[in-house]
């Protein structure tokens, strides 16, 4: 079975930072994207940011130069590094992973738990 494992959510004040990470574990021949997506209340899920397995990023416009995305192939974790958090950043963030599994070989795209960001005074 494979799973993607979120921590690192939690409660911050404006201004402040929190990283999330995200672990994929079971099976896995390889994983190409890796990303996070966000969903606040009452809204649609949206892109926060991605990275191919080569190391490229993108970024949602809102979060550019205050959020960076980064993976660790050797450990198939995905890291999300929140800084000058604002109150419009409070969603429930999920990790999503494009990978192929062994056993037999699959695709499959894979979303995580989700873990809640609340930036708050």
């Known amino acids: 079975q494979v799973q993607l494992v979120e921590s690192g959510g939690g409660l911050v004040q404006p201004g402040g930072s929190l990283r999330l990470s995200c672990a994929a574990s079971?099976?896995?021949?390889?994983?190409?994207?890796m990303g996070w997506y966000r969903q606040a209340p009452g809204k649609q899920r949206e892109l926060v940011a991605d990275?191919?397995?080569?190391?490229?990023?993108n970024y949602a416009d809102s979060v550019k130069g205050r959020f960076t995305i980064s993976r660790d192939n050797a450990k198939n974790t995905v890291y999300l590094q929140m800084n000058s958090l604002k109150p419009e950043d409070t969603a429930v963030y999920y990790c999503?992973?494009?990978?192929?599994?062994?056993?037999?070989?699959?695709?499959?795209?894979?979303w995580g738990q989700g873990t809640l960001v609340t930036v708050s005074s």
């Open positions: 999503n992973a494009d990978l192929i599994q062994l056993g037999p070989y699959r695709y499959l795209e894979l």
């Open positions: 079971g099976s896995i021949f390889s994983i190409n994207a």
């Open positions: 990275v191919t397995r080569g190391g490229n990023t």
